[in-house]
């Protein structure tokens, strides 16, 4: 038998030849053989701190995470256990009874108990911590007085643990979706490992060293292994989840990318396997030669301007109202958002825990010009440069704002400069009132209050600074309803102050569009974007 040797010079030579013609594989190709997801995030967080969150760009994180006392499946209604395996509701609707399920284990192995969950509460409601979203601890007993520093008797707030597995809150009043406020779409009650926490000094303080790769302790299905800001954050499973065995994720990698042209290419070209969002320039070929990768849905989102009431001329509600009344809405959203949001016209979007607001925002260009000369600023003069701060979120947003700015030019003729700024920056500038107008979004729970909570005097997230002595009393009717009928009329009511007095001026309501690769299974878009990483796999598309 003859053998055939090839030189070693001539078999590189080959070698290099094959590696040169073969294409280089994409990481989404890679990953099916190691059940890695490659996410965009849209933004790089500004903390993995669960009860600091302020930013969309942290929360899929965290719910990959951390996990709540239940969870909301992927269809976006359904209430499925969490860390508690059943609970109970009382009849008259104010307390609710959590019995956790047995062997829960934090990620490096201690024993995750009900006393754990009360001291996470402690910690969520320290003054210092910061915690945001007042309407989302409200109803429970003695929890606004304990956050705003009236008292410091933990006592008295309306959250305990009679024993190991079980975890009561009592409430102040009735609140229909508080299975929700305790869910895998909030923040309340996902627990932080106090004893890591306190190591490294963060009980006090919002963030810290415990939240880096090696010191940050979680309970949900995965744990963080690897941060590199502005690059990727990398969750790995947690084999000590108590529910691990659905996984079949093996790590999903969470990329930054705020601008949705980027991301999009970075899809197309096989770097991820979902995007955030889809430009609209996008859209229309994607619907015509690629429709089994759209995923589409309508979400709980309002995207509004907010104005500093505190910040002359806008301290004149007649000033708001006119520059509400020149905004064409429907021109501003299309000019963006074509096919991938409904124009807004109330704070609320209609169908939020089944409530239908008034739809009360018009356009009127000539009120508009007769409320500003009213003001003292008619056509125009006189009136102050004035800023619009946003995100830098890509051109969908940017278009919206140069609508903005020519509709204000034309009808009112003041003169509006475009400021964009990264996400966390924004964010911070309004909680500093650091801002003139400012473009930005929120992501309600599935309940009015949540979003109306935004103007509700001396709240944390009320960035607008304006208060209203019926707002409030609209408010205090709310929480003392003793129907469904009654919560939704007080609604109302608010909704009428909002369009009045133009503290916000919403814009429209986001549908969530994305893309998604074949090979990922399990996906459902929902109202809440929210993700069940345990329902997600990967599996070559046919």
Same mark, same amino acid.
């Given at each position: ?6 030189? $070693? ?7 290099? *030849? ?16 190691? =059940? ?9 967080? *500004? ?6 969150? +302020? ?49 829960? =284990? ?21 003054? @210092? ?26 006592? +008295? ?14 409430? @102040? ?42 010191n940050l302790v979680s309970n949900g299905p995965f744990v963080l292994k690897t941060w590199r800001p502005n690059q990727v954050i990398v969750a790995a499973r947690n084999e000590r989840y108590w529910d691990s065995k659905r996984v079949r994720l093996s790590e999903v990698h969470f990329h930054p990318i705020e601008d949705p042209g980027a991301e999009e290419r970075a899809f197309r070209s096989g770097q991820l396997h979902t995007t955030w969002g889809l430009p609209a320039s996008k859209l229309d ?34 000033? &708001? ?20 949001? =409904?124009? @807004? ?11 239908? $607001? ?33 995100? +830098? ?15 204000? &030019? ?25 801002? +003139?107008? @400012? ?27 304006? =208060? ?16 469904? *009928?009654?919560?939704? *009329? ?53």
């Amino acid at each position: 038998m003859r053998v055939s040797l090839l030189r $070693p010079c001539a078999a590189v030579a080959l070698l290099f *030849a094959f590696t040169a013609c073969t294409k280089r594989e994409t990481p989404v190709a890679a990953s099916l053989r190691t =059940q890695t997801l490659h996410f965009g995030n849209l933004a790089e967080p *500004a903390t993995l701190d669960p009860q600091a969150n +302020t930013m969309m760009a942290e929360w899929e994180i965290l719910t990959a995470l951390f996990e709540g006392l239940v969870n909301v499946a992927n269809d976006g209604v359904t209430i499925l256990p969490g860390m508690a395996e059943r609970w109970e509701i009382s009849a008259d609707g104010l307390t609710y009874t959590f019995h956790l399920r047995r062997g829960l =284990q934090w990620s490096n192995g201690d024993s995750l108990t009900a006393p754990d969950i009360v001291e996470s509460m402690r910690r969520l409601l320290n003054p @210092a911590i910061g915690f945001s979203s007042v309407e989302q601890i409200d109803p429970i007993v003695g929890a606004r007085a304990y956050l705003t520093g009236k008292t410091k008797d933990f006592s +008295t707030v309306g959250v305990r643990a009679p024993d190991p597995s079980t975890v009561e809150f009592r409430l @102040a009043y009735r609140a229909p979706y508080f299975l929700v406020l305790v869910s895998n779409t909030a923040f309340i009650c996902m627990p932080v490992h106090v004893a890591s926490v306190a190591r490294f000094g963060g009980l006090d303080r919002r963030g810290g060293k415990w939240t880096l790769p090696g010191n940050l302790v979680s309970n949900g299905p995965f744990v963080l292994k690897t941060w590199r800001p502005n690059q990727v954050i990398v969750a790995a499973r947690n084999e000590r989840y108590w529910d691990s065995k659905r996984v079949r994720l093996s790590e999903v990698h969470f990329h930054p990318i705020e601008d949705p042209g980027a991301e999009e290419r970075a899809f197309r070209s096989g770097q991820l396997h979902t995007t955030w969002g889809l430009p609209a320039s996008k859209l229309d070929a994607y619907q015509r030669t690629r429709p089994a990768e759209l995923s589409q849905a309508p979400i709980l989102h309002t995207q509004y301007i907010t104005f500093n009431c505190s910040r002359p001329p806008f301290t004149d509600p007649r000033v &708001r109202r006119a520059f509400a009344l020149a905004t064409n809405r429907e021109s501003a959203t299309t000019a963006g958002f074509r096919g991938r949001a =409904q124009t @807004a016209r109330s704070f609320v979007r209609p169908g939020t825990g089944r409530f239908e $607001p008034p739809q009360l925002a018009t356009h009127d260009p000539a009120e508009a010009k007769r409320l500003l000369a009213a003001a003292g600023f008619p056509d125009g003069r006189g009136f102050p440069a004035a800023e619009l701060r946003l995100s +830098t979120g890509g051109s969908d947003v940017t278009a919206v704002a140069e609508i903005l700015q020519q509709q204000w &030019r034309q009808v009112l003729g003041v003169s509006v400069s475009l400021l964009p700024m990264e996400s966390k920056v924004l964010i911070a500038s309004l909680y500093a009132h650091d801002f +003139t107008l @400012a473009m930005s979004g929120y992501f309600p729970l599935d309940d009015p209050s949540d979003m109306l909570a935004r103007a509700e005097k001396d709240g944390p997230a009320n960035f607008s600074t304006w =208060q209203h002595p019926q707002f409030e009393a609209a408010g205090a009717e709310v929480r003392q309803a003793a129907t469904d *009928a009654d919560r939704l *009329a007080a609604f109302a009511k608010m909704e009428r102050l909002i369009a009045e007095e133009v503290p916000y001026l919403p814009l429209f309501h986001l549908n969530q569009v994305h893309v998604v690769h074949p090979s990922v299974k399990g996906w459902r878009a929902n109202r809440f974007a929210q993700v069940d990483w345990r329902e997600l796999w990967l599996e070559a598309p046919e």
